[in-house]
């Protein structure tokens, strides 16, 4: 009951201001469940006692204080009603007619009311006239994530499509190849029963729930090596028949656990695909191939006949599936992600050895190639109704990144157009982590290219969080709440989205002061994380060493660009410009605390104290992150100076100030009220760092490698430099 009063939050706080003119809900007694959760919805909403939830056999048009519901074909009293067809209203979209303090709101099918329930704030207030509301994009798709209250989920991201990543080590091959299974041990296939039947219960109750709601469910499948997919199916494979393994690329991350070359090796695939799909019994199928790729095979075979290449794999690999997924007459969605910028890491590979290894799906420009080479097999040869799903950015998931370049070049095929919004590269949502111009800029440019019979869609939740529940963070669900009515309303006004978020949460006499403080956060955030335009760690955390630093300089794909090129010049004007940036960030965080104290005496305590305690937390993340890039900046520009067989002692004091300013600072980072509850929790500060450290890690070993490495540069030239405090802090 507490997770369910904190969610529906995100739907009810603010509406206390409203003067209730609403005191009963109608709706048909075989109506749609859908359509029965909407009237509870609406009910809460509202403060509408739910005794008077009112179900008949036959409904009519509404009288004052009355809320009826309908969907589907409408009468022709409610047809005139209305004032206009509902079934002209695009795609799944509803209507509400206003009138003598009623209101009929009508869908074009059932979940249609889901969403009128999720948009209460934007309709609230009206009380005369017709109001429409219809989706922007056809296709609006999200991750199940930690909800479960699929009718909730829905009315809150208007989403009309749910995905969840099912890992097939249930597939046992028990009937379409007995002769591998029988090759498995029966302890082993008694656990592959297990896990089965598991997957059957737990996707049933998912199905159920999703199809109460009046959307549809598609597991989503990850990657294509069998290694990963199931160890123990794969050695039986590869007992019975050895031959299929293909040859690994030396050190590739890319595997070759199949050989794409052979007709027994797509025999099996699709017989794994098949009974995935078989046992899931989803709406649709979600794939996508990277971090878990296992058809990149440098056999003779293959380089004779180009399938040792990723597009005419991507190509074999995605009409094989779209083959298996006719036979059931499902609809496909392929993700076009990669696994960013080309680079190398140390990784166990697929027999467990640690491994440094070669990083190098493709896609993402320079060295990792074209993204539309990469896709032209696809899009031009394979049925138009797979659908393709691409980022919005041509970068894994860092902050402002540029637009992805396939954006509006797949057709015959839909696009979806997708993003990631768990903060995993902005803070980890510890932080405030505002991304909401960069998806308005970002979506209307979209939209202008794939129009509104293509997608969009949203993974959202708290990377590496414990009990983090995004409708309820009283910060950064801005970005979600943007989202959806963007999806909705791609012309909405931006200040509007703003200011109707804030007024669910917080006084009306704050929001001025609270908006302008959290629109803040998303320069700062770009600021912080992507030094000038370049990226930052994987999922937010200090950097290790200068070598991780090197590789993740990389990942928002933007260092091969001439206009980013210079930036990467190790001189002295571009240790100035991080200088710079950096103290721009810290001064837009000052003006969010002044934003902060003149919202104070309109905010609770517990309010205060949590923008207070989060602001905090970007400020000292700031402070230090300052301190390693710019000693970063000047250890590159040392670097530099050394290939010239000279140094600079100026920089190299700075980095020792530097060091001795991190070790004084580490100690502030993330300090907090144990006792204190922020809003995305149902637990106490003091529980969730119990459960997991609330941190981004330790700065000290990145600042000690680029001390130790800059010294060496100096004293090359200078003798030996004695140690200083900051050298001897563990």
Not at 238 to 257: L, Q
Request: proline residues 5%; charged residues 20%.
């Amino acid at each position: 009951m507490k997770k369910w009063i904190l969610t529906y939050s995100f739907l009810l706080a603010g509406i206390m201001g409203y003067t209730q003119q609403y005191t009963y809900i109608v709706l048909k007694k075989h109506a749609h469940p859908a359509v029965k959760s909407a009237a509870y919805l609406l009910a809460k909403a509202l403060h509408i006692d739910t005794n008077n939830i009112v179900e008949e056999s036959e409904i009519s048009i509404p009288s004052p204080h009355q809320i009826v519901l309908d969907e589907g074909i409408p009468s022709s009293t409610e047809k005139i009603f209305l004032q206009k067809d509902p079934q002209t209203v695009q795609y799944d979209g509803y209507i509400i007619r206003f009138h003598n303090k009623g209101a009929l709101i009508f869908g074009k099918r059932p979940r249609s009311l889901l969403y009128a329930a999720g948009d209460v704030c934007w309709w609230k207030n009206i009380k005369e006239g017709v109001y429409v509301r219809q989706p922007a994009f056809k296709i609006r798709d999200i991750n199940l994530g930690n909800e479960r209250n699929i009718p909730l989920l829905i009315a809150q991201t208007g989403a009309n499509i749910i995905f969840e990543n099912i890992h097939p080590d249930f597939v046992t091959l028990q009937k379409s190849f007995p002769q591998i299974w029988n090759r498995i041990p029966p302890e082993d296939q008694q656990k592959l029963l297990e896990k089965k039947n598991a997957a059957i219960q737990n996707v049933t109750r998912i199905l159920q729930a999703c199809h109460d709601a009046d959307v549809d469910f598609y597991p989503f499948l990850y990657g294509n090596d069998i290694v990963r997919w199931s160890p123990v199916l794969a050695k039986a494979i590869y007992d019975v028949y050895p031959f299929i393994k293909g040859v690994r690329a030396p050190h590739s991350w890319e595997k070759a656990s199949i050989n794409p070359s052979l007709p027994l090796a797509w025999e099996i695939m699709d017989s794994i695909l098949s009974e995935y799909v078989q046992t899931l019994k989803g709406d649709g199928l979600i794939t996508t191939f990277w971090d878990e790729y296992g058809i990149y095979s440098q056999d003779s075979l293959s380089v004779g006949n180009g399938l040792n290449q990723f597009n005419k794999e991507l190509y074999k690999n995605i009409g094989e599936y779209e083959r298996v997924l006719k036979i059931y007459h499902l609809p496909l969605i392929v993700r076009t992600w990669s696994s960013g910028t080309a680079h190398w890491v140390s990784l166990r590979n697929n027999e467990g050895t640690l491994e440094r290894q070669f990083v190098h799906a493709p896609g993402y420009g320079g060295f990792s190639g074209d993204r539309l080479s990469l896709w032209k097999y696809v899009i031009d040869s394979l049925p138009a109704d797979i659908v393709l799903q691409t980022k919005a950015y041509m970068s894994d998931c860092f902050p402002a990144a540029r637009d992805n370049t396939l954006i509006g070049k797949v057709a015959p095929h839909p696009q979806i157009i997708e993003y990631q919004m768990t903060g995993q590269t902005t803070g980890l949502y510890y932080l405030p982590a505002i991304n909401v111009s960069y998806t308005d800029s970002t979506l209307k440019r979209a939209y202008a290219k794939i129009g509104s019979e293509g997608g969009t869609s949203l993974f959202y939740g708290a990377t590496h969080q414990v009990d983090y529940h995004p409708f309820s963070d009283i910060i950064n669900s801005i970005n979600l709440f943007a989202w959806k009515e963007l999806s909705w309303n791609i012309h909405a006004s931006i200040q509007k989205i703003w200011n109707t978020w804030a007024l669910q949460f917080y006084a009306p006499e704050a929001v001025p002061y609270i908006v302008k403080a959290l629109q803040l956060s998303e320069p700062v955030i770009n600021d912080i994380f992507s030094t000038l335009g370049f990226g930052w760690d994987t999922n937010s955390g200090f950097p290790g060493t200068i070598d991780r630093r090197e590789v993740l300089l990389m990942y928002t794909n933007r260092y091969y660009l001439p206009e980013y090129q210079r930036f990467l010049i190790p001189n002295k004007e571009n240790i100035e410009k991080v200088i710079h940036q950096k103290d721009l960030a810290l001064k837009r965080i000052d003006s969010m605390f002044i934003y902060l104290n003149q919202a104070k005496t309109f905010l609770t305590n517990q309010q205060y104290e949590e923008l207070d305690t989060r602001f905090n937390w970007l400020k000292y993340v700031a402070l230090v992150n300052k301190e390693l890039e710019v000693s970063y900046w000047r250890y590159r520009y040392l670097r530099y100076l050394f290939s010239l067989r000279t140094t600079d002692t100026t920089q190299f004091q700075c980095i020792v100030d530097s060091y001795k300013r991190v070790a004084q600072l580490k100690d502030s980072l993330f300090q907090f009220n144990p006792d204190l509850i922020f809003s995305p929790y149902h637990h106490t500060l003091g529980e969730i760092n119990r459960m997991r450290h609330i941190s981004l890690g330790s700065p000290l070993p990145l600042m000690r490698d680029i001390y130790t490495e800059s010294q060496k540069y100096v004293e090359e030239f200078t003798g030996p430099i004695s140690k200083n405090e900051a050298y001897e802090t563990k």
